[in-house]
């Protein structure tokens, strides 16, 4: 019997460990967006909050606009690679 206290003491535990772990991440992301604001200003109406885990500074703003545009380059880069394998392969299937 004293095993299932024992246990439920321990979920317990995991439980209060867990919750104050999610709160101490909760504090450090709140610290790194004020420093991340205070430093980088938005002056932009397309900016928006981003979280980059590996990035010196994890939380940033980014501009909207800025990163649509970048993203339509890379798809048109990917497109034409794309285009020239489709070439490629028939090509060597009528050969």
């Given at each position: 019997?004293?095993?299932?206290?024992?246990?439920?003491?321990?979920?317990?535990?995991?439980?209060?460990?867990?919750?104050s772990q999610a709160s101490s991440i909760e504090a450090f992301l709140m610290q790194q967006l004020?420093?991340?604001?205070?430093?980088?200003?938005?002056?932009?109406?397309?900016?928006?909050?981003?979280?980059?885990?590996?990035?010196?500074?994890?939380?940033?703003?980014?501009?909207?606009?800025?990163?649509?545009?970048?993203?339509?380059?890379?798809l048109g880069n990917l497109q034409a690679r794309l285009s020239f394998l489709n070439r490629e392969?028939?090509?060597?299937?009528?050969?």
């Amino acid at each position: 019997m004293s095993t299932g206290k024992t246990s439920a003491e321990s979920n317990s535990a995991r439980g209060q460990n867990v919750l104050s772990q999610a709160s101490s991440i909760e504090a450090f992301l709140m610290q790194q967006l004020e420093l991340s604001s205070s430093l980088q200003p938005s002056t932009s109406l397309g900016a928006s909050v981003a979280y980059h885990e590996l990035a010196e500074f994890p939380v940033q703003n980014v501009d909207l606009v800025d990163q649509l545009e970048r993203h339509v380059s890379e798809l048109g880069n990917l497109q034409a690679r794309l285009s020239f394998l489709n070439r490629e392969i028939r090509y060597l299937m009528k050969v």
